[in-house]
């Protein structure tokens, strides 16, 4: 220890005003580029079946103004029937869950009931990078007409906006001790609080979002690593869990593999368990196989978010250490293929709303949007539409935390 | 009433990290031990983390 | 991949080797380990499919790692070092003396008191933080060469931080695996209980007590007016706050750790019988923060080192080596790689290695609760290995430990054998242990 106390000769004021001035910089590049991530501004093309607008901050005012306010898109067919709520993002590094939303909200058409969508579930966790993960900043998606740019967020909210965290989170209200930093996870905050920390009280929000606009459907899309034995899958509580049996052996039967598992009873605070007990919603949460997030990855690139391939991963699949098929072969390229996740939740979202109109009539929704198939044909950026064209421009939507037009 | 409690925890915070930063940087120019060139390095890249979130960047 | 994620690897170590040995600073050697790392890659990547970012961004997101642990760490100081600047610290050091006649007694009361922050708030650290300086007092008055008072608040440090009911490991672990973290105090407690009583036996035994009388007359005098109220109130509004948390969390805002501290230092200000200037306190707290650096760069560093680690496939590379190996090889090494990786990771390892693991004995039926248990007893040995070996520091640095780093290590080798072999035991034979659930 005695040498890294000794005392050295001093260093001279200009060479420490020098160091200091060396890291403003490393600290301006650094930080131009945290600043640029927390304000990017997500656009898409809205479907002519756009009918409203809603903010979260509608259903609990203390969260106006605050990151965590974010746009609900409503789409009433005018015609009676049930309504579904679609979430995406809720953790924002997870951005297949978000794209899902985003084609959706480009194409959906609904002629029964409606359909409710929140392609930013947290958004202040979309606002930063997940700390120690190493994350780029956006992942690019190919159209016709160019890039569309979608953040790579973060699974927490950002300590901007809620900081400091407890040494130990205590979820509300069943007093269960949860790690620390899961205060500001919003599926482990379920059913949230009135008056509790920032990602509490947006998920109090949904909660009340989903009772007051009576929502029969909730669907939270997700994505997981494949080392995690969720993955691939459904998971819903007793109330919906034949609805997504018969959903999950659709879509294995004649499109893709899709599991599908009991929402544990123990396990305190996820939407798959608080939406419906605290409410009469039928509860879905889909994950989607997402290699980008496990843990034991090569280089942190915008491929690996991209296409999901990656050598370690191979070899722990051979060990038999994932619980999905990997890799999988796609068009010649193998991986876990962005198009490919977001084809899953489109095709997962809808079989789940057609089954439960075949359980109960009265909350039958009629929808349609882009399907698996139509995007393994077509590709994901066919579905994108671009916000330069003049027949689109009056339908360019801004996903801020606060309502912006699209020139601000 | 906890909301308002909890946003002045909130940016009681960063205060203290406004505190820190300014004793980290009297500290790279005065300070008793450690006075090479090594711990002025040091001390210049930690003061980066708590600069940037005073400024409410990070 | 492998070529280019081993040979960054090397690349690191040895980086990290030669700055130790040139700079003499443990927290710049992390530093430069990461930025070699990070820039070796971008070249070496550059091009290719396996392109990354251009570093600065993810090297400074690395600061922030750590980032509230580090102001925890400088807040619990300011406290500590307020409390005894008042002179509260003497005070509690003769009351104990005092009263106590007892070794044996002694050493067991200054055990249980160091497990309880760290059991409390998950974070070895901040038992030697607040507790670290008052037991190696007076576990130094019961005989204990200053080795062994330095391992003795070692191992309860680690001990605390692997005490429930807050495991952070186990807790990041049943997070990532969607488990509740319910279940483990009895399967956490019975080891830690076990290798506490030894460790008090093992390091006391031999030493001699100095009488009474001798060690009251070099202890330096408490201030005139120095009562219980004012020695307790501190400790009971800091221990009253995080237990307001734990078990009132919905009536009051999430206060963390650093605040509770900052709200017990003004309660020290004000219970101090002797009224001191702005200027004092300024002084002291200054101080504090020269004597706290070293500690603060250390969990700075290591997020950037960590980062770097992340991006550039390092840390892919080692947790993926460990979890491939055959499950025979997995029980020999799990005691090495377990403590390396927190070693390199801090926390991260119950992440990286941890989850896998549990996820792995699931599939093969195993009790996942008692493998959970067992590998976060594992981890906190890692606590004294480099590359951030920050409980083992901190320990140094409170206990003001003159010796070389390496005889430190030398003595908490036993205490900590022991641990891992009990934890080797239960990882082994979860079914075994089920009972105590």
Known sequence: ?408 | MLVFWGDLVHYLYFVIAGIIAFFLVKNLFKREKRNGLVYDIVYAYCIIPFVLRILFIK | MYLYTTILFVIMVASFVICSRKLKSPEISMAITGVVGALVAYFMYLGGEYQIDFPVRILVEGLFTNFDLAISFVCASVFVNLYSYSGAMTAVTRKLVGTFDNKWILLTFMAAFMLVPGALTGAGSISVFVLGGLVATVVRYMGLSDRKTTAFVFIFAILSAACPPINLWTMMMTAQCNMPYVGFTKLLALPIAIVGIFTIIYLGWGSKREPKEKILAELPEAPEKMNMLRILLPLVVVIGLILLTLYAPFDVPVIGLPLTFIIGSFIVVLCNPVKRTFKEYFKVVNDTMEQVFPLVATVLSVGVLQSSMTQIGVKGLIGVTFITLPLVMLYVTVLLFGPFAQGCLSYGSAIIIGAPLVFMFNTRGMDTTVVCAALSLMFPIGDCLPPSRITGRLTCETVGYQGSYMSFLKQIAIPCALLGALALVMFITPGTFTFLK
């Open chain 1, 1 to 408: 220890m005695s040498n890294e106390t000794t005392a050295k000769a001093p260093v001279a004021f200009k060479t420490k005003v020098i160091l200091l001035i060396i890291m403003a910089i490393i600290a301006f590049f650094a930080g131009k580029e945290f600043w640029e991530l927390r304000h990017y501004k997500e656009t898409f093309v809205a479907s002519e079946d756009l009918t409203q607008v809603k903010w979260l901050s509608d259903y609990l005012p203390s969260l106006k103004g605050t990151w965590a306010d974010t746009p609900i898109y409503v789409f009433d067919s005018g015609v009676e029937g049930g309504s579904v709520f679609v979430m995406g993002n809720v953790h924002p590094y997870e951005p297949a869950s978000s794209i899902t939303t985003y084609v959706m909200l480009e194409n959906i058409h609904v002629t029964t009931g409606k359909v409710f969508i929140m392609p930013q579930g947290n958004f202040s966790g979309s606002t930063m990078g997940s700390i120690g993960g190493a994350y780029p900043k956006y992942v690019h998606i190919e159209t016709e007409w160019g890039e569309k740019t979608y953040k790579i967020g973060s699974r927490e909210s950002n300590p901007l906006d809620q900081w400091p965290d407890p040494f130990t989170y205590v979820h509300y209200p069943d007093g269960q001790n949860l790690a620390y930093q899961d205060i500001r996870n919003m599926n482990r905050t379920y059913p949230g609080r009135e008056d509790g920390t920032l990602t509490e009280r947006a998920a109090y929000a949904v909660m009340e979002f989903i009772r007051r606009e009576k929502i029969d459907i909730s669907i939270d899309i997700h994505e997981a690593s494949i080392m995690y034995p969720v993955v691939g899958t459904y998971v819903a509580p007793d109330s919906s869990i034949d609805i997504a049996m018969m959903a999950a052996m659709t879509l294995s039967d004649s499109v893709f593999d899709m599991k599908c598992e009991a929402s544990p009873k123990s396990l305190k605070g996820l939407s798959h368990r608080e939406w419906g007990d605290y409410s009469d919603t039928l509860a879905f949460l889909m994950e989607t196989p997402e290699p980008f997030i496990d843990r034991i990855t090569g280089p942190i690139t915008e491929n690996l978010m991209l296409y999901g391939m990656d050598e370690f991963l191979v070899k722990a699949a051979e060990k038999g250490l994932v619980y999905v098929d990997y890799p999988v072969s796609y068009w010649g390229v193998e991986g876990e293929p962005m198009w490919y996740r977001v084809g899953r939740h489109l095709s997962g979202a809808l079989e789940a709303i057609n089954w439960t109109g075949l359980f109960y009539d009265d909350k039958a929704v009629e929808v349609t949007w882009p399907t698996y198939d139509d995007l393994a044909e077509n590709g994901l950026g066919y579905y994108l539409h671009d916000p330069a064209l003049a027949e689109n421009i009056d339908r360019v939507q801004v996903v801020y935390h606060k309502p912006v037009s699209v020139n601000n």
